[in-house]
Protein backbone atom coordinates (compact mmCIF):
# COMPACT_ATOMS: atom_id res chain seq x y z
CA UNK A 1 0.00 0.00 0.00
CA UNK A 2 1.18 3.89 -0.27
CA UNK A 3 1.06 6.54 1.38
CA UNK A 4 -1.26 9.94 -0.04
CA UNK A 5 -2.36 12.96 1.61
CA UNK A 6 -6.43 14.06 -0.24
CA UNK A 7 -6.28 16.97 -2.05
CA UNK A 8 -9.09 17.25 -3.20
CA UNK A 9 -12.61 15.44 -4.93
CA UNK A 10 -13.99 14.58 -8.49
CA UNK A 11 -17.52 14.68 -9.97
CA UNK A 12 -18.41 12.71 -12.90
CA UNK A 13 -22.30 12.34 -14.16
CA UNK A 14 -21.45 10.00 -17.13
CA UNK A 15 -19.47 6.98 -15.71
CA UNK A 16 -19.48 3.39 -15.33
CA UNK A 17 -23.00 2.19 -14.00
CA UNK A 18 -21.23 0.27 -11.27
CA UNK A 19 -19.45 3.44 -9.83
CA UNK A 20 -23.13 5.07 -9.29
CA UNK A 21 -22.28 6.25 -5.57
CA UNK A 22 -18.76 5.93 -5.50
CA UNK A 23 -16.77 8.65 -3.75
CA UNK A 24 -14.10 9.70 -5.69
CA UNK A 25 -11.51 11.45 -3.78
CA UNK A 26 -8.46 12.74 -5.35
CA UNK A 27 -4.92 11.64 -3.49
CA UNK A 28 -1.45 13.01 -3.76
CA UNK A 29 1.33 9.91 -2.96
CA UNK A 30 3.15 11.19 -0.41
CA UNK A 31 6.54 10.00 1.52
CA UNK A 32 6.61 9.15 4.63
CA UNK A 33 8.12 13.29 5.16
CA UNK A 34 4.29 13.98 3.69
CA UNK A 35 6.48 15.46 0.93
CA UNK A 36 4.73 14.71 -2.47
CA UNK A 37 6.71 12.31 -4.65
CA UNK A 38 7.15 12.57 -8.27
CA UNK A 39 3.96 10.69 -8.52
CA UNK A 40 0.77 12.24 -10.39
CA UNK A 41 -2.33 12.41 -8.20
CA UNK A 42 -4.60 9.51 -8.89
CA UNK A 43 -8.31 9.25 -8.23
CA UNK A 44 -9.46 6.55 -5.37
CA UNK A 45 -12.52 5.27 -4.24
CA UNK A 46 -13.03 5.95 -0.64
CA UNK A 47 -14.94 3.54 1.89
CA UNK A 48 -13.39 4.39 5.14
CA UNK A 49 -14.67 8.12 5.74
CA UNK A 50 -11.79 10.21 4.55
CA UNK A 51 -11.67 13.81 3.91
CA UNK A 52 -9.44 16.39 2.04
CA UNK A 53 -6.65 16.61 4.38
CA UNK A 54 -5.81 13.72 5.79
CA UNK A 55 -3.34 11.45 5.74
CA UNK A 56 -4.16 7.74 4.19
CA UNK A 57 -3.16 4.48 3.42
CA UNK A 58 -4.57 3.82 -0.40
CA UNK A 59 -3.92 0.26 -2.89
CA UNK A 60 -3.38 -0.03 -6.64
CA UNK A 61 -4.43 -2.20 -8.46
CA UNK A 62 -7.52 -5.24 -9.28
CA UNK A 63 -7.85 -5.76 -5.63
CA UNK A 64 -8.86 -1.84 -4.55
CA UNK A 65 -12.00 -3.47 -5.72
CA UNK A 66 -12.24 -5.58 -3.04
CA UNK A 67 -12.29 -2.18 -0.66
CA UNK A 68 -15.36 -1.15 -2.51
CA UNK A 69 -19.01 -2.41 -2.39
CA UNK A 70 -19.23 -3.91 -5.88
CA UNK A 71 -16.16 -5.64 -6.49
CA UNK A 72 -17.27 -5.93 -9.89
CA UNK A 73 -16.43 -2.26 -10.16
CA UNK A 74 -14.02 -1.21 -12.62
CA UNK A 75 -11.89 0.80 -9.84
CA UNK A 76 -7.43 0.21 -9.75
CA UNK A 77 -7.45 2.69 -5.95
CA UNK A 78 -9.38 2.72 -2.81
CA UNK A 79 -8.51 4.47 0.50
CA UNK A 80 -8.04 1.31 2.61
CA UNK A 81 -7.07 2.84 6.20
CA UNK A 82 -6.53 6.86 7.33
CA UNK A 83 -3.33 7.13 9.35
CA UNK A 84 -2.98 8.01 12.60
CA UNK A 85 0.83 7.68 13.28
CA UNK A 86 3.43 6.97 10.84
CA UNK A 87 6.59 5.82 12.89
CA UNK A 88 10.07 5.64 11.14
CA UNK A 89 13.28 5.00 13.52
CA UNK A 90 15.24 3.71 10.69
CA UNK A 91 17.56 4.59 7.99
CA UNK A 92 15.64 7.39 5.75
CA UNK A 93 12.97 7.64 8.59
CA UNK B 1 -7.54 5.61 -11.62
CA UNK B 2 -6.01 8.40 -13.33
CA UNK B 3 -7.03 11.48 -14.99
CA UNK B 4 -6.68 11.57 -18.88
CA UNK B 5 -7.74 13.86 -22.05
CA UNK B 6 -8.62 11.92 -25.22
CA UNK B 7 -6.25 12.86 -27.98
CA UNK B 8 -7.08 10.81 -30.47
CA UNK B 9 -8.73 7.25 -32.01
CA UNK B 10 -6.60 3.93 -33.31
CA UNK B 11 -7.98 1.85 -35.96
CA UNK B 12 -6.66 -2.02 -35.91
CA UNK B 13 -8.53 -4.34 -38.28
CA UNK B 14 -6.20 -7.75 -37.13
CA UNK B 15 -6.68 -7.49 -33.55
CA UNK B 16 -8.02 -10.19 -30.80
CA UNK B 17 -11.90 -11.62 -31.84
CA UNK B 18 -13.25 -10.56 -27.93
CA UNK B 19 -12.34 -6.57 -29.62
CA UNK B 20 -14.08 -6.45 -32.60
CA UNK B 21 -16.61 -3.16 -32.02
CA UNK B 22 -14.76 -2.01 -29.19
CA UNK B 23 -14.04 1.47 -28.99
CA UNK B 24 -10.43 2.24 -29.20
CA UNK B 25 -9.55 6.08 -27.67
CA UNK B 26 -5.68 7.42 -27.39
CA UNK B 27 -5.39 9.06 -24.04
CA UNK B 28 -2.85 11.52 -22.38
CA UNK B 29 -2.27 11.10 -18.72
CA UNK B 30 -2.59 14.70 -17.04
CA UNK B 31 -2.05 16.11 -14.02
CA UNK B 32 -4.86 17.61 -11.74
CA UNK B 33 -4.04 21.17 -13.76
CA UNK B 34 -4.44 19.66 -17.06
CA UNK B 35 -0.68 19.13 -18.10
CA UNK B 36 0.50 16.42 -20.15
CA UNK B 37 2.26 14.02 -17.22
CA UNK B 38 5.59 12.24 -18.64
CA UNK B 39 3.36 9.10 -19.28
CA UNK B 40 3.18 8.01 -22.85
CA UNK B 41 -0.61 8.50 -24.44
CA UNK B 42 -2.00 5.30 -23.94
CA UNK B 43 -5.35 2.82 -25.70
CA UNK B 44 -7.97 2.73 -24.00
CA UNK B 45 -11.84 0.93 -24.49
CA UNK B 46 -14.35 3.42 -24.10
CA UNK B 47 -17.47 2.46 -23.10
CA UNK B 48 -19.00 5.96 -21.72
CA UNK B 49 -19.31 7.37 -24.96
CA UNK B 50 -16.28 9.79 -24.10
CA UNK B 51 -14.50 11.99 -27.34
CA UNK B 52 -11.54 13.47 -28.30
CA UNK B 53 -11.05 16.43 -26.10
CA UNK B 54 -12.44 15.31 -23.08
CA UNK B 55 -11.12 14.83 -19.40
CA UNK B 56 -11.68 11.19 -18.30
CA UNK B 57 -11.24 8.93 -15.84
CA UNK B 58 -9.13 5.82 -16.57
CA UNK B 59 -8.80 2.59 -14.83
CA UNK B 60 -5.42 0.31 -15.85
CA UNK B 61 -4.89 -3.57 -15.02
CA UNK B 62 -6.86 -6.29 -15.86
CA UNK B 63 -10.01 -4.66 -13.71
CA UNK B 64 -10.52 -2.76 -17.24
CA UNK B 65 -11.41 -5.58 -18.86
CA UNK B 66 -14.62 -5.60 -15.97
CA UNK B 67 -16.04 -2.06 -17.69
CA UNK B 68 -15.80 -3.78 -21.36
CA UNK B 69 -19.28 -5.48 -22.74
CA UNK B 70 -16.80 -8.88 -22.84
CA UNK B 71 -14.44 -9.27 -19.49
CA UNK B 72 -12.77 -11.69 -20.86
CA UNK B 73 -11.53 -9.37 -23.37
CA UNK B 74 -7.61 -8.88 -23.13
CA UNK B 75 -8.23 -4.84 -22.00
CA UNK B 76 -5.90 -3.34 -19.71
CA UNK B 77 -6.85 -0.05 -20.09
CA UNK B 78 -10.10 1.68 -19.93
CA UNK B 79 -12.14 5.01 -20.05
CA UNK B 80 -14.94 4.16 -16.95
CA UNK B 81 -16.05 8.22 -16.65
CA UNK B 82 -16.31 11.91 -17.91
CA UNK B 83 -14.86 14.52 -15.19
CA UNK B 84 -17.49 17.41 -14.51
CA UNK B 85 -15.43 18.75 -12.16
CA UNK B 86 -12.40 18.48 -10.03
CA UNK B 87 -11.79 20.64 -7.19
CA UNK B 88 -8.28 20.46 -5.28
CA UNK B 89 -8.48 22.96 -2.72
CA UNK B 90 -5.66 21.68 -0.71
CA UNK B 91 -1.91 21.09 -1.61
CA UNK B 92 -0.14 21.34 -4.57
CA UNK B 93 -4.48 21.61 -5.89
CA UNK C 1 -3.29 -1.06 -24.04
CA UNK C 2 -0.10 0.67 -25.38
CA UNK C 3 1.29 1.39 -29.01
CA UNK C 4 4.39 -0.50 -29.88
CA UNK C 5 6.68 -1.26 -32.62
CA UNK C 6 7.70 -4.96 -33.46
CA UNK C 7 11.48 -5.14 -33.62
CA UNK C 8 12.85 -8.39 -33.13
CA UNK C 9 12.16 -12.39 -32.18
CA UNK C 10 13.31 -14.09 -29.09
CA UNK C 11 14.20 -17.96 -29.02
CA UNK C 12 13.80 -19.68 -25.90
CA UNK C 13 14.75 -23.82 -25.82
CA UNK C 14 14.17 -24.00 -22.08
CA UNK C 15 11.31 -22.22 -20.99
CA UNK C 16 7.75 -22.98 -19.08
CA UNK C 17 5.98 -26.10 -20.51
CA UNK C 18 2.88 -23.96 -21.09
CA UNK C 19 4.50 -21.84 -23.28
CA UNK C 20 5.42 -24.25 -25.98
CA UNK C 21 4.54 -23.33 -29.76
CA UNK C 22 4.15 -19.59 -27.92
CA UNK C 23 5.32 -16.76 -30.84
CA UNK C 24 7.44 -14.49 -28.89
CA UNK C 25 8.23 -10.74 -30.26
CA UNK C 26 10.83 -8.29 -29.14
CA UNK C 27 8.53 -5.01 -28.67
CA UNK C 28 9.60 -1.42 -28.74
CA UNK C 29 7.16 0.73 -27.21
CA UNK C 30 6.62 3.80 -28.74
CA UNK C 31 4.78 7.10 -29.02
CA UNK C 32 2.02 8.04 -30.76
CA UNK C 33 5.33 9.92 -33.17
CA UNK C 34 6.69 5.80 -33.04
CA UNK C 35 9.56 7.36 -31.17
CA UNK C 36 11.33 4.54 -28.79
CA UNK C 37 9.73 5.53 -25.40
CA UNK C 38 12.49 5.43 -21.92
CA UNK C 39 10.53 1.88 -21.32
CA UNK C 40 12.71 -1.22 -22.74
CA UNK C 41 11.74 -3.34 -25.13
CA UNK C 42 9.54 -6.41 -23.82
CA UNK C 43 8.81 -9.52 -24.76
CA UNK C 44 5.31 -10.07 -26.26
CA UNK C 45 3.12 -13.07 -26.94
CA UNK C 46 1.95 -12.38 -30.34
CA UNK C 47 -1.52 -14.26 -31.39
CA UNK C 48 -2.85 -12.02 -34.14
CA UNK C 49 0.13 -12.17 -37.00
CA UNK C 50 2.51 -9.19 -36.75
CA UNK C 51 5.64 -9.24 -37.99
CA UNK C 52 8.81 -7.01 -37.24
CA UNK C 53 8.11 -3.74 -38.41
CA UNK C 54 4.87 -3.26 -37.84
CA UNK C 55 3.25 -1.16 -35.28
CA UNK C 56 0.63 -3.02 -32.63
CA UNK C 57 -1.32 -2.76 -29.90
CA UNK C 58 -0.21 -4.82 -26.75
CA UNK C 59 -1.53 -4.99 -23.29
CA UNK C 60 0.89 -5.97 -19.90
CA UNK C 61 -0.62 -7.57 -16.72
CA UNK C 62 -2.05 -10.68 -15.80
CA UNK C 63 -5.00 -10.20 -18.48
CA UNK C 64 -2.24 -10.84 -21.37
CA UNK C 65 -2.66 -14.59 -21.12
CA UNK C 66 -6.66 -14.43 -22.11
CA UNK C 67 -5.05 -13.46 -25.44
CA UNK C 68 -3.24 -16.60 -25.44
CA UNK C 69 -4.54 -19.99 -26.39
CA UNK C 70 -3.43 -21.35 -23.33
CA UNK C 71 -4.66 -19.08 -20.19
CA UNK C 72 -3.30 -20.77 -17.72
CA UNK C 73 0.67 -19.50 -19.49
CA UNK C 74 2.26 -17.41 -17.16
CA UNK C 75 2.06 -14.54 -20.19
CA UNK C 76 2.19 -11.09 -19.07
CA UNK C 77 2.44 -9.17 -22.27
CA UNK C 78 0.71 -9.70 -25.31
CA UNK C 79 -0.07 -8.06 -28.81
CA UNK C 80 -3.54 -7.78 -29.20
CA UNK C 81 -3.98 -6.06 -32.47
CA UNK C 82 -1.94 -4.32 -35.34
CA UNK C 83 -2.70 -0.63 -35.94
CA UNK C 84 -3.80 0.61 -39.57
CA UNK C 85 -4.05 3.97 -38.49
CA UNK C 86 -3.51 6.30 -35.28
CA UNK C 87 -5.23 9.72 -35.54
CA UNK C 88 -4.25 12.35 -32.97
CA UNK C 89 -6.07 15.64 -33.57
CA UNK C 90 -5.55 17.22 -30.26
CA UNK C 91 -3.10 18.48 -27.98
CA UNK C 92 0.12 16.68 -28.02
CA UNK C 93 -1.06 14.72 -31.08
CA UNK D 1 9.95 -9.95 -5.68
CA UNK D 2 11.93 -7.26 -4.45
CA UNK D 3 14.27 -6.63 -1.62
CA UNK D 4 13.49 -4.01 1.05
CA UNK D 5 14.30 -2.79 4.94
CA UNK D 6 11.74 -2.68 7.10
CA UNK D 7 12.18 1.54 8.12
CA UNK D 8 9.01 1.42 10.48
CA UNK D 9 5.29 1.12 11.19
CA UNK D 10 2.16 2.50 11.05
CA UNK D 11 -1.22 2.75 13.01
CA UNK D 12 -4.40 3.43 11.44
CA UNK D 13 -7.88 2.90 13.58
CA UNK D 14 -10.23 4.01 10.81
CA UNK D 15 -9.90 1.18 8.35
CA UNK D 16 -10.99 -1.74 5.80
CA UNK D 17 -12.77 -4.08 8.39
CA UNK D 18 -10.82 -6.93 6.42
CA UNK D 19 -7.18 -5.26 7.89
CA UNK D 20 -7.81 -5.13 11.32
CA UNK D 21 -5.41 -7.03 13.26
CA UNK D 22 -3.34 -6.57 10.01
CA UNK D 23 0.51 -6.01 10.99
CA UNK D 24 1.26 -3.22 8.76
CA UNK D 25 4.99 -1.99 8.23
CA UNK D 26 6.94 0.96 6.22
CA UNK D 27 9.54 -0.79 4.13
CA UNK D 28 12.23 0.80 1.99
CA UNK D 29 12.73 -0.57 -1.23
CA UNK D 30 16.83 -1.25 -1.71
CA UNK D 31 18.81 -2.83 -4.28
CA UNK D 32 21.43 -5.60 -3.91
CA UNK D 33 23.84 -3.27 -2.19
CA UNK D 34 21.50 -2.24 0.58
CA UNK D 35 21.16 1.33 -0.48
CA UNK D 36 18.06 2.82 -0.73
CA UNK D 37 16.32 2.80 -4.39
CA UNK D 38 14.36 5.60 -5.93
CA UNK D 39 10.91 4.26 -5.18
CA UNK D 40 8.98 5.52 -1.69
CA UNK D 41 8.70 3.62 0.83
CA UNK D 42 5.45 1.57 0.88
CA UNK D 43 3.51 -0.21 3.41
CA UNK D 44 3.39 -3.91 3.65
CA UNK D 45 1.45 -6.33 5.61
CA UNK D 46 3.87 -9.21 7.45
CA UNK D 47 3.08 -12.50 8.35
CA UNK D 48 6.31 -13.50 8.63
CA UNK D 49 7.46 -11.88 11.91
CA UNK D 50 9.37 -9.36 10.12
CA UNK D 51 10.79 -6.11 12.46
CA UNK D 52 12.66 -2.59 11.75
CA UNK D 53 15.69 -3.08 10.48
CA UNK D 54 15.33 -6.46 8.89
CA UNK D 55 16.14 -7.02 5.28
CA UNK D 56 12.95 -9.24 3.80
CA UNK D 57 11.63 -9.89 0.59
CA UNK D 58 7.77 -8.64 -0.55
CA UNK D 59 5.60 -9.11 -3.39
CA UNK D 60 3.37 -6.55 -4.89
CA UNK D 61 0.04 -6.70 -6.32
CA UNK D 62 -3.10 -8.57 -5.94
CA UNK D 63 -0.96 -11.80 -5.08
CA UNK D 64 -0.14 -9.92 -1.74
CA UNK D 65 -3.08 -10.80 -0.88
CA UNK D 66 -2.77 -14.40 -0.77
CA UNK D 67 0.06 -14.12 2.19
CA UNK D 68 -2.16 -12.35 4.15
CA UNK D 69 -5.16 -14.48 6.54
CA UNK D 70 -8.00 -12.72 4.61
CA UNK D 71 -7.28 -13.24 0.88
CA UNK D 72 -10.39 -10.68 0.96
CA UNK D 73 -8.31 -8.31 2.15
CA UNK D 74 -7.60 -5.11 0.14
CA UNK D 75 -3.56 -6.03 0.29
CA UNK D 76 -1.34 -4.77 -2.41
CA UNK D 77 1.74 -5.71 -0.51
CA UNK D 78 3.20 -7.92 1.83
CA UNK D 79 6.66 -9.23 3.59
CA UNK D 80 6.89 -13.11 2.77
CA UNK D 81 10.13 -14.02 3.84
CA UNK D 82 13.53 -12.51 5.16
CA UNK D 83 16.80 -12.75 4.09
CA UNK D 84 19.30 -14.35 5.33
CA UNK D 85 21.73 -13.81 2.69
CA UNK D 86 21.99 -12.36 -1.06
CA UNK D 87 25.02 -13.52 -2.96
CA UNK D 88 25.51 -11.83 -6.28
CA UNK D 89 28.40 -13.28 -7.97
CA UNK D 90 27.78 -11.80 -11.60
CA UNK D 91 27.52 -8.31 -13.46
CA UNK D 92 26.69 -5.51 -10.80
CA UNK D 93 26.14 -7.62 -7.93
CA UNK E 1 7.82 -10.28 -20.52
CA UNK E 2 11.35 -8.83 -19.59
CA UNK E 3 14.53 -9.66 -20.52
CA UNK E 4 16.97 -10.70 -17.70
CA UNK E 5 20.83 -11.73 -16.29
CA UNK E 6 20.42 -14.31 -13.69
CA UNK E 7 22.78 -12.82 -11.07
CA UNK E 8 22.60 -14.19 -8.04
CA UNK E 9 20.86 -16.07 -5.61
CA UNK E 10 18.98 -15.27 -2.07
CA UNK E 11 18.45 -17.53 1.18
CA UNK E 12 15.48 -17.17 3.40
CA UNK E 13 14.63 -19.23 5.93
CA UNK E 14 11.90 -17.48 7.71
CA UNK E 15 9.39 -17.23 4.89
CA UNK E 16 5.44 -17.78 3.84
CA UNK E 17 5.21 -21.42 3.63
CA UNK E 18 4.27 -21.51 0.44
CA UNK E 19 7.85 -20.58 -0.39
CA UNK E 20 9.31 -23.75 1.35
CA UNK E 21 11.25 -25.18 -1.59
CA UNK E 22 11.36 -22.38 -3.78
CA UNK E 23 14.31 -21.51 -5.54
CA UNK E 24 14.57 -18.09 -5.35
CA UNK E 25 17.41 -15.98 -8.01
CA UNK E 26 18.36 -12.36 -7.87
CA UNK E 27 17.77 -11.25 -11.68
CA UNK E 28 18.75 -7.73 -13.36
CA UNK E 29 16.64 -6.80 -16.11
CA UNK E 30 18.52 -5.90 -19.09
CA UNK E 31 18.26 -4.57 -22.50
CA UNK E 32 18.31 -6.09 -25.74
CA UNK E 33 21.90 -4.96 -25.73
CA UNK E 34 22.39 -7.21 -22.36
CA UNK E 35 23.16 -3.58 -20.74
CA UNK E 36 20.98 -3.29 -17.34
CA UNK E 37 17.97 -1.26 -17.24
CA UNK E 38 17.74 1.28 -14.58
CA UNK E 39 15.70 -1.09 -12.57
CA UNK E 40 16.76 -2.72 -9.56
CA UNK E 41 17.74 -6.38 -9.27
CA UNK E 42 14.13 -8.43 -8.33
CA UNK E 43 13.99 -11.27 -7.22
CA UNK E 44 12.39 -14.32 -9.43
CA UNK E 45 11.08 -17.54 -8.27
CA UNK E 46 12.67 -20.42 -11.02
CA UNK E 47 10.70 -23.56 -12.31
CA UNK E 48 12.66 -23.80 -15.78
CA UNK E 49 16.72 -24.62 -14.44
CA UNK E 50 18.14 -21.60 -14.91
CA UNK E 51 21.49 -20.63 -13.22
CA UNK E 52 23.51 -17.57 -12.47
CA UNK E 53 25.08 -15.64 -15.50
CA UNK E 54 22.08 -17.05 -18.15
CA UNK E 55 19.92 -14.59 -19.54
CA UNK E 56 15.98 -15.56 -18.80
CA UNK E 57 12.64 -14.23 -19.89
CA UNK E 58 10.82 -13.38 -16.62
CA UNK E 59 7.44 -12.66 -16.18
CA UNK E 60 5.92 -9.93 -13.37
CA UNK E 61 2.46 -9.90 -11.77
CA UNK E 62 0.11 -12.03 -9.89
CA UNK E 63 0.28 -14.71 -13.47
CA UNK E 64 3.83 -15.04 -11.86
CA UNK E 65 2.20 -17.28 -9.74
CA UNK E 66 0.99 -20.04 -12.28
CA UNK E 67 4.86 -20.63 -13.41
CA UNK E 68 4.93 -21.91 -9.85
CA UNK E 69 4.41 -25.45 -8.54
CA UNK E 70 1.83 -23.90 -5.67
CA UNK E 71 -0.15 -21.20 -7.78
CA UNK E 72 -1.39 -20.12 -4.60
CA UNK E 73 1.97 -19.02 -3.17
CA UNK E 74 2.62 -15.03 -2.65
CA UNK E 75 4.94 -14.61 -5.98
CA UNK E 76 5.02 -12.01 -8.39
CA UNK E 77 8.18 -12.62 -10.28
CA UNK E 78 8.94 -16.15 -12.38
CA UNK E 79 11.99 -16.83 -14.81
CA UNK E 80 9.71 -19.04 -17.52
CA UNK E 81 12.23 -18.99 -20.15
CA UNK E 82 16.57 -19.30 -21.03
CA UNK E 83 16.84 -16.68 -24.11
CA UNK E 84 18.83 -19.25 -26.74
CA UNK E 85 18.71 -16.15 -29.15
CA UNK E 86 17.52 -12.79 -29.63
CA UNK E 87 17.34 -11.42 -32.86
CA UNK E 88 16.51 -7.93 -33.56
CA UNK E 89 16.69 -6.36 -36.73
CA UNK E 90 14.82 -3.69 -36.56
CA UNK E 91 15.09 0.11 -35.08
CA UNK E 92 17.15 0.28 -31.99
CA UNK E 93 17.73 -3.55 -32.62
Known sequence: MEI???VGT???TRKD???VGA????TQPVGIDDQP???????TVD???????EKVIFVK??????AFDNDNAPVDAAIVGIID?????????
Open 47 to 53: TVGAGVG
Open 85 to 93: MLECDYGKG
Open 17 to 19: ESL
Open 10 to 12: VTA
Open 61 to 66: GSIASR
Open 23 to 26: KMLV
Open 37 to 43: SQAQPII
Open 4 to 6: GIV
